[in-house]
């Protein structure tokens, strides 16, 4: 399959095009030449632009709009061209797709053939068959989600306000179907805040220990506080929030020695009961009750797009190609969504995600053709308003 898919291209076409280009995060060049070549054709004015420096870039980022009549409503499709490393271990190459099983049950193997390659193909597919005059559609896509998600879909964001392209409405397509193809969408995410800990102490001799300050004792005790915190007993659409220490260290390779400092780092997942900066400031007090500081670095705040007429849209086309009722979730990891929330009403729906992220990433060619038939039906609902 050649990068440059041609317009009669199928979906598992598009998709294995994209998969042939490699593109660990943060993604840049083949691959979204890959998709620029898809969607021009289509009648896609295509921006690029690259975003970011090292360590966490650069990143490129790719916004590609086709307008419809003036006034006409706006519909976007989100997502990302970059993928996490394939490892060790496959089957068969990881960026070389390969389709295997019967006639019907084919599935499709690579890296990103589920999140989400897959869905992007799908989305290029679903625009083939509406009409410019239907409405206006767009591309937001991004070459870092999988990555620190600096320079990425915030960058896009900027751009579009600049160029006063705001979406009524917008679709992530990332893989949030569990056992089945559409039998769950995302209405929101728990937010994430991630805090390193650290306590100065005395270094000394063990045998001595008037001579010094233990600072594990210090971080041991705060540790015990927070981890004894209930942050809430969940709402109705979200679960509870939850805090997990997720490292600890003194980086003390000799036994006879109270070390001069310890450190820990902590991970919050709430929900929209609480904010980011407010469970910062909390720990913060905390540590410094026991002698200790603390460092929060928040990735996303929670939030809810209150199930309405767009939730109901997209499982009226699920159930149409499917006969699956989806639930409502905001279950799960943080996403670009968490960003786009920002610019219009969002909701995620996409591929099963079973083997996402991991060796022998495949989606059945089924599923690819339903979802493109999916995302043709909730984009020409999306437009009619």
């Known amino acids: 399959m050649s990068q440059t ?26 691959v979204f030449d890959c998709l620029e070549n898809q969607l021009a054709p289509l ?47 496959w089957t068969s190459a990881p960026f070389l797709p390969e389709r295997r099983g019967p006639e019907g049950q084919e599935l499709l193997y690579g890296r990103g053939a589920v999140d989400m390659k897959g869905s992007i193909a799908a989305m290029v597919a679903a625009v083939t068959h509406i009409p410019p005059e239907t409405g206006t559609v767009s591309f937001i896509i991004t070459g870092d989600e999988e990555g620190p998600a600096r320079f990425g879909t915030l960058a896009l964001i900027d751009l579009m306000r600049e160029k006063g392209e705001i979406p009524d409405l917008c679709l992530v397509g990332e893989p949030t179907s569990v056992n089945r193809l559409g039998d769950m969408m995302k209405v929101g995410r728990r937010g994430s805040v991630n805090i390193w800990l650290e306590v100065e102490g005395v270094q000394g001799h063990v045998a001595y220990p008037h001579l010094a300050d233990n600072p594990i004792t210090k971080l041991v005790a705060m540790l015990a506080e927070l981890d004894a915190i209930v942050l809430d007993e969940g709402t109705d659409w979200f679960q509870a929030s939850n805090l997990e220490v997720t490292d600890v260290s003194c980086g003390n390779p000799a036994t006879n020695v109270i070390p001069a400092k310890a450190s820990a780092r902590i991970s919050i997942r709430f929900n929209d009961l609480h904010t980011g900066g407010g469970l910062a400031a909390r720990v913060a007090e905390i540590a410094q009750r026991h002698g200790g500081t603390a460092r929060p670095v928040i990735s996303g705040e929670a939030f809810l797009t209150q199930p309405g007429a767009f939730s109901a849209m997209l499982a009226e086309a699920i159930r149409a190609e499917t006969g699956v009722e989806p639930e409502l979730s905001t279950s799960g990891g943080t996403s670009d969504a968490r960003f786009l929330k920002d610019l219009s009403p969002v ?5 099963c995600n079973a083997t996402m992220h991991k060796r022998d990433e495949a989606v059945a060619v089924a599923d690819l053709e339903a979802l493109a038939r999916i995302y043709e039906r909730v984009t020409l609902a999306a437009l009619a308003g």
């Open 347 to 351: 909701i995620e729906f996409g591929l």
């Open 5 to 30: 898919a041609p317009l009669a291209a199928t979906v598992a076409d598009l998709a294995e095009a994209l998969i042939a280009c490699p593109s660990v995060t943060p993604a840049t060049g083949m």
């Open 43 to 89: 009648g896609f004015e295509v921006t690029r632009f690259i975003a970011g420096e090292a360590p966490d870039g650069p990143v490129e980022n790719l916004f590609a709009i086709r307008r419809g009549p003036e006034g006409s409503r706006h519909f976007a499709f989100a997502g990302h061209l970059d993928v996490v490393p394939p490892g060790e271990g």
